[in-house]
């Protein structure tokens, strides 16, 4: 069973930035893709980023471009989110997943992961 922690959420400014972390446990980190996704009050959880299994690919949701980057740390099993230029509309609780097959290329589909943390809070105030 493969377990993910997040942390590295907060409070910040509109501007600001922040680094998110999701440690995984249970499976061969770099047997996976990765991905993080959010949701906000009242909405579907929404793609983030992907990253495969070495890092070699990467997917971003257009509304993130430029401002979020992906990157992964297979020999300390962790996932990270490097977000900046941060919007109150990026409020929202951010999820990290790992992909429920290892062969799985990175994709924009949450139906494709299998396992996910359990999230953690950013709020972007104004």
């Known amino acids: 069973q493969v377990q993910l922690v997040e942390s590295g959420g907060g409070l910040v400014q509109a501007g600001g930035s922040l680094r998110l972390s999701c440690v995984a446990s249970g499976r061969t980190f770099s047997s996976a893709a990765m991905a993080w996704f959010r949701q906000a009050p009242g909405k579907e959880r929404e793609f983030m980023a992907a990253i495969s299994r070495f890092g070699s690919t990467r997917h971003y949701a257009d509304s993130v471009k430029g401002r979020f980057t992906i990157s992964r740390d297979n020999d300390k099993s962790t996932l990270h989110l490097q977000m900046k230029s941060l919007k109150p509309e990026d409020t929202a609780v951010y999820y990290c997943?790992?992909?429920?097959?290892?062969?799985?290329?990175?994709?924009?589909?949450?139906?494709?992961?299998?396992?996910w943390g359990q999230g953690t809070q950013v709020t972007v105030s104004s």
């Open positions: 997943a790992a992909s429920r097959n290892t062969w799985q290329p990175p994709s924009t589909e949450a139906g494709t992961y299998g396992y």
